[in-house]
Structure formats: structure tokens, C-alpha cells
């Protein structure tokens, strides 16, 4: 059915009327518009006056410029900025190394696990040495003359003590008396016999805990200086101000298997402990509890003693045998610390000087006792010194200022200072105001000259 609608969308005006309608009127024609008059063309702009006439630069140049002004300030007061090392989180670390940026700590030939040496006419033949990892270095100018697996991650056993003494002794009192807890007294392995029932100096526990390797002194150490989760924190924050980049101290006193530590969650290495003997060694009160051969130990004095009005003690002894009078007495041993659990066997690091020419050594994973080992090792640095070419460098301390004229004696360099977090958040928030004063500097800049701009 039609729905009466047409098919087309618009009536045409020639459409024929319907049966019945008048037809509808013709539309007028459209009348023709006049044409338009010519619009005569526009006079052309003379040209813009030139910018850099004028002595303005371009707006993009200007922006450029503008940046680099803002820029080049921030970079350079980043530069300058000394760095801030990180502090390590309370608790156990992980044991994973993370490699710092550029060569390897010491050099390329440093990460080779087997002997480096130069063989080289003239240069005395490197002993045999039955041991996991080793490493000889000069003291005075850092040239590491021989070393074997130097980065190797093994346990330390009691050379631990080492960064133990040398992280705490710059932090506590020598004259503070400290009363142990029952469960530092308790604590297994070598121990000097602490009580709770009597306070003790901190600086006869550093003569016991570096002269005789007490286990216990190392806990009562740690408490003095905040708690034993505190001071492993320290201890790592403090090994990694000297670039020792192989160390995780998981313990205070070296213990391993008994706190069910392995080689995963508590290491060091032949090259670190170098490094932290040597900066141990810048201390004076290091150097003397290291080289301690006799110390008088305070104890509770016994019923004949109190009877006789005297005070308690007891003598304790070094363990080192190649200090002077010892079993295996070392001409020249300035110092050194020996350690050994059964995961571990035998380490030890130590230093000695001769004609005015110190030698470090350390050894780690060794299966006899290590002084005969150190000793061949000591006797070849003295003899390829000087002759030998170096295989490697001793890190410096982070921020450390190299010195342009070196010594040739012990302690090139005074010791590391605390960690200092108030200068840490004084950088940071240096940095932040900086960076936020820029930012507004440029924004005005911009402002004003698109304010000012003659030329938009």
C-alpha cells in the first residue's frame, strides 16, 4: 500500500498538479547576484626587524640558554656534593654483592679465582701456599703484589673481630664501664669470662676480644654500642665506606654454624680483610689492642683476695704467635688477628714492617695452623717489593682525598670518621631546596619574557 508519501525527499517546482488542485504559480526566476568588485591585494609586511639586531636572541635560544643557566648550577653542586653511603637496615643483610659501576674493587686481574702474580726475571718465586684465597699488598701505596681467588667469598671465622673493633672503637668510650648481659656470658666458643655481676671498661673488652679472641667481649661490645642488630648494621655500613664489597657480617665475633650462619648470609674475603686491617690499623688504640702480648683482666676478686684487700684478675694472653716472643716470633709484626671454626678452617690477617716498608697479608681456608703460611708470605712481599709489577690496587675509602705525595710508612691516612646522619639529611635537603629554587627561577624567567616579548 502507498503511504501517500513521496519517494523524493524535496518537491521539485515542475511537479504536476494533482486531479482536482489549481496548478501551482510558476516561482519567479532568481535574480543574478552583481558580481563582486576585485578586492585589491594586500600591501605586503615589511619584514620583522632582526632579533639578534636588536640585541635580543630568538625565544628559542633564549629558552635554551635560560635552561642551561638553571641546569649547569645543579649539576655542578651534585658533583661537588660529597657522597652519602647508604646505611645498612637493621637485621641480617643478604649476602648478595651488588658490583659497583666501572672496573672490579682492585682491578681485572683481582676477579681471577686462581694465582696472580707477575713472574717477570728478577721477581723471587711465589711459596706454595695450601690455602683457599690469599693476598699480599704493599701498605704504603696500595699495590697488591700477589693474591689468589682475592674476591672470593668465604667465612671468616674469628678475623670478623677485625671490622668488629674497627667499626666500634671510634664509637665508644676506652674509660665506660659495661655491664654484660647473662646472654653475652653465655654465648659458645673462646671466651674471656665476662659476668653480669661486674662492669667491665670497653677497652679491656677490645684487649680481650682482639688479643684472645673472646666471643663473649665481642657480644658485650655490641651491646654497648646499642644492641648486636645495631652494630652489624654499623659493621656493613662501615665495610662499605672502604670499598669492601665482599663483606656481610652476619655476626660480632665470627661465629658461624652455631647461629646458624653459612657462607650465604655472613662472608668476607682475602682482599677486604686487607682493607680492614689496614684502616684498623690508623687507629692508635686499634694498633695497641692488636699488638697486646700481656693484659691484666679485671675479674670479682675471690674470698682471699677481698680478705687481702685486693682486686680480682687474671692474666689473658695473645693468640697471635707471630707477635714478638712468641712461638713463631715474626721480625717487624705489627699486628694481626687469627681465626678458625671447622666451616671456616683456618684465616688470618696481619701486618708487618721492615726498613720502613709494611706488608699486609691475609689468608683464608686454610687446613694447618696459619702462622708457618703467613710467614712465607710475609718474607716473599718483603722480597718482591719494589720488583714485583703490581696485579692490583687497595681501594681507597669512599670520599677519600688521594694525596698527591705518599709516604712510605703505615698509616698514609687518618681514620674514617662515624657516619654523620645529620650531614646526610643536611645534602639531601641542600639538594631538594636547589632543585625546587631552579625550577621557580625558570618559571619567572619564562613569565616575565613572554610578559616582556615585543614579538608574539
Known amino acids: 500500500m502507498h503511504s501517500g508519501r513521496s519517494d523524493r525527499q524535496d518537491g521539485g517546482a515542475d511537479e504536476a498538479p494533482r486531479p482536482g488542485q489549481p496548478a501551482r504559480p510558476t516561482r519567479p526566476p532568481t535574480p543574478e547576484r552583481p558580481p563582486r568588485p576585485e578586492i585589491p591585494p594586500r600591501p605586503e609586511r615589511p619584514p620583522r626587524p632582526d632579533r639578534a639586531r636588536l640585541g635580543r636572541p630568538s625565544r628559542k635560544g633564549g629558552l635554551r640558554r635560560a635552561a642551561t643557566a638553571v641546569a649547569v648550577p645543579v649539576a655542578v653542586a651534585a658533583l661537588v656534593a660529597p657522597p652519602v653511603p647508604a646505611r645498612a637496615e637493621p637485621g641480617r643483610p643478604a649476602a648478595l654483592r651488588t658490583a659497583p659501576p666501572g672496573d672490579p674493587v682492585g682491578g681485572q686481574r683481582l676477579t681471577s679465582r686462581g694465582i696472580v702474580v707477575d713472574e717477570t726475571p728478577g721477581v723471587p718465586e711465589l711459596p706454595k701456599i695450601e690455602a683457599q684465597s690469599y693476598l699480599v699488598a704493599d701498605g704504603a701505596t696500595g699495590n697488591v703484589l700477589a693474591a689468589k681467588d682475592a674476591h672470593g667469598h668465604h667465612l671468616p671465622a674469628s678475623t670478623m673481630k677485625v671490622l668488629t673493633a674497627a667499626a666500634l672503637i671510634p664509637r665508644l668510650d676506652a674509660d665506660r664501664l659495661v655491664r654484660p648481659s647473662q646472654a653475652a656470658c653465655n654465648v659458645e666458643g673462646t671466651k674471656v669470662g665476662l659476668t653480669p655481676k661486674m662492669k667491665y671498661k670497653v677497652s679491656d673488652l677490645f684487649y680481650s676480644l682482639l688479643m684472645m679472641s673472646a666471643n663473649d667481649s665481642a657480644v658485650a661490645l655490641a651491646e654497648a654500642n646499642g644492641g648486636v642488630e645495631k652494630t652489624l648494621a654499623d659493621m656493613n655500613a662501615y665495610a662499605r665506606k672502604l670499598n669492601a664489597l665482599d663483606t656481610v657480617a652476619g655476626s660480632t665475633n665470627g661465629l658461624d654454624k652455631d647461629l646458624g650462619l653459612d657462607v650465604r648470609t655472613q662472608h668476607t674475603s682475602a682482599y677486604d680483610l686487607v682493607l680492614i686491617l689496614r684502616e684498623g690499623m690508623k687507629n692508635a688504640d686499634f694498633r695497641e689492642y692488636i699488638s697486646q702480648i700481656d693484659h691484666d683482666f679485671p675479674a670479682p676478686p675471690t674470698k682471699k683476695e677481698r680478705k687481702q684487700g685486693k682486686k680480682g684478675g687474671y692474666p689473658i694472653h695473645t693468640h697471635n704467635r707471630l707477635l714478638p716472643g712468641e712461638r713463631h716470633e715474626y721480625a717487624g709484626m705489627l699486628g694481626g688477628k687469627n681465626g ?9 690477617v696481619a701486618a708487618a714492617q721492615r726498613n720502613g716498608h709494611t706488608i699486609y697479608i691475609a689468608l683464608m681456608g686454610a687446613e694447618v695452623q696459619p702462622s708457618e703460611l703467613a710467614t ?16 692490583g690496587k687497595l681501594a681507597q675509602p669512599v670520599g677519600a682525598e688521594k694525596k698527591a705525595d705518599q709516604s712510605d710508612n703505615l698509616l698514609p691516612d687518618a681514620p674514617l670518621a662515624s657516619e654523620d646522619s645529620s650531614r646526610t639529611w643536611v645534602v639531601v635537603a641542600g639538594g631538594a631546596a636547589g632543585a625546587v629554587l631552579a625550577v621557580g627561577t625558570l618559571v619567572l624567567v619564562l613569565r616575565r619574557r613572554r610578559r616582556d616579548d615585543p614579538f608574539p
Open 340 to 348: 678458625y671454626t671447622i666451616a671456616a678452617k683456618q684465616t688470618y
Open 376 to 391: 712465607q708470605l710475609l718474607d716473599w712481599g718483603f722480597a718482591a717489593n719494589g720488583k714485583a709489577r703490581p696485579v
